[in-house]
């Protein structure tokens, strides 16, 4: 079992900066596969990147490739998403969440990942 707690949502202006943070509880964090997703008004919930177990892989959306960066750090359970120049259309509610394998065809999709964080609000202003 993995409860997931993401940090760090709020305004920020189109071209700066914000970074998401998605603490994890538990003792076998390392041994999961972690991705972000988001989730706009109205829209259904997309994959934006997973990062491999000992973060030697990332899989990014094509959406946020060169603008957001993920990472992790498993000696504080934690990932982290680095938002760099977003845009008003990466506004959402990002989430965390977790799973064990690492397929790149299964992560895009929600279903088969196990466990999931509460959500942080992201609002991009222009």
């Known amino acids: 079992q993995v409860q997931l707690v993401e940090s760090g949502g709020g305004l920020v202006q189109a071209g700066g900066s914000l970074r998401l943070s998605c603490a994890a509880s538990g003792r076998t964090f390392s041994t999961y596969v972690m991705g972000w997703f988001r989730q706009a008004p109205g829209k259904e919930r997309e994959f934006v990147v997973a990062i491999s177990w000992s973060d030697d892989m990332t899989y990014y959306a094509d959406t946020v490739k060169g603008g957001f960066t993920s990472s992790r750090d498993n000696a504080k359970n934690t990932v982290y998403l680095q938002m760099n120049s977003p845009k008003p259309e990466d506004t959402a509610v990002y989430y965390c969440?977790?799973?064990?394998?690492?397929?790149?065809?299964?992560?895009?999709?929600?279903?088969?990942?196990?466990?999931w964080g509460q959500g942080t609000q992201v609002t991009v202003s222009s």
């Open positions: 969440a977790a799973r064990i394998t690492w397929d790149t065809k299964m992560m895009v999709t929600t279903s088969p990942w196990s466990y």
